[in-house]
């Protein structure tokens, strides 16, 4: 066996819970769902691309993850989110029509790009609010061919108030399949999703 299977292995998971790739999956579900929320491409004005969508969604998933990053007991669920992640990304692929000789390389590359972003985030959200804003604004603005001033603000208060919602809630309730965004603005949108 690997050592990287003996680590994720000697990490605990309540025997109570479900299975940690069902957990994993019902997370991501929610992930997904947030980062398709019609608010951010109606009203924050970011590009409903395939591009703009997969942004988004690493956003969401930077913030999920970075909330619970000290827990140990967080690793080996992330694990099986980032399985699910790569999973969904090559059956996105191919209903794309991305031909099989080159999905696995085109997966292989956005999985690359996903923890570069993730490795960025997290050193622009601990150098301070003004160079998380400046991500925030090169990576969903910088082409779009206007200040997005408002918009970016209302981003920017979007991605605090996730800090605000899930940072120090009781893992417990992530390891139930748990997982509570904040709202957006003008949208019927409650960011809970526990079906």
Same mark, same amino acid.
Request: net charge positive; aromatic share 8%; with cysteine.
């Given at each position: 066996m690997s050592l990287t299977y003996e680590f994720f292995r000697s990490l605990k998971w309540p025997r109570h819970h479900p299975s940690r790739r069902d957990i994993a999956a019902r997370l991501y579900r929610t992930i997904v769902l947030?980062? %398709?929320?019609? $608010?951010?491409?109606? $009203? +924050?004005?970011?590009?409903?691309?395939? @591009? #703009? !969508?997969f942004e988004l969604l690493v956003l969401h998933l930077f913030m999920f993850l970075h909330s619970f990053r000290t827990d140990p007991d967080f690793k080996p669920l992330v694990q099986a989110i980032m399985e699910e992640m790569v999973? @969904? *990304?090559? %059956?996105? *692929?191919?209903? +794309?029509?991305?031909? @099989? *000789?080159?999905? #696995? !390389?085109?997966?292989?590359?956005?999985?690359? $790009?996903?923890? !570069? !972003? *993730?490795?960025?985030? #997290?050193?622009?959200h601990?150098? #301070?609010?003004?160079?998380? %804003?400046r991500a925030l604004s090169d990576i969903f603005y910088l082409d779009n061919g206007s200040s997005n001033h408002v918009e970016l603000r209302r981003l920017f208060d979007y991605t605090q108030d996730c800090r605000r919602t899930m940072f120090g809630r009781p893992l417990e309730d992530v390891l139930t399949g748990k +997982?509570?965004?904040p709202s957006l603005p003008e949208d019927e949108w409650h960011g809970m999703h526990d079906s």
């Open positions: 947030q980062a %398709r929320c019609p $608010t951010f491409y109606r $009203t +924050l004005k970011i590009k409903d691309t395939v @591009d #703009g !969508r999973e @969904d *990304l090559d %059956r996105a *692929l191919r209903e +794309l029509g991305v031909g @099989d *000789l080159i999905v #696995g !390389r085109n997966v292989k590359n956005m999985v690359k $790009t996903i923890y !570069r !972003r *993730l490795e960025n985030y #997290g050193a622009c601990e150098t #301070g609010k003004d160079s998380w %804003r +997982l509570i965004f």
